[in-house]
């Protein structure tokens, strides 16, 4: 996943979805674990690409239970 295709908020990064250790959301932010030390959090209201119900679907249908 490249974050800047999905927030203006991120730098442009690349984030391999076999590294990503868990991933939840709350009311206003979708956050991504990366080991215990590396955490991403996505505005859900700052999506350039698409908006945050298509990011969730992508998201889960990719990570299957590590989003939660």
């Known amino acids: 996943i490249r974050a800047s295709d ?3 908020d991120v730098c442009s ?3 391999p979805y076999f590294q990503i250790s868990r991933m ?3 009311n206003e ?3 991504m674990y990366f080991g215990e030390g590396n955490t991403y ?3 859900k209201d700052g999506f350039k ?3 945050a119900d298509a990011f969730r ?3 889960k249908e990719k990570l299957g239970k ?3």
């Open 49 to 51: 690409q698409g908006d």
């Open 6 to 8: 999905w927030s203006s």
């Open 29 to 31: 932010y979708f956050y």
């Open 13 to 15: 990064s690349d984030l």
């Open 57 to 59: 679907i992508f998201m």
């Open 41 to 43: 959090f996505i505005r």
């Open 66 to 68: 590590r989003f939660k």
């Open 24 to 26: 939840y959301e709350t």
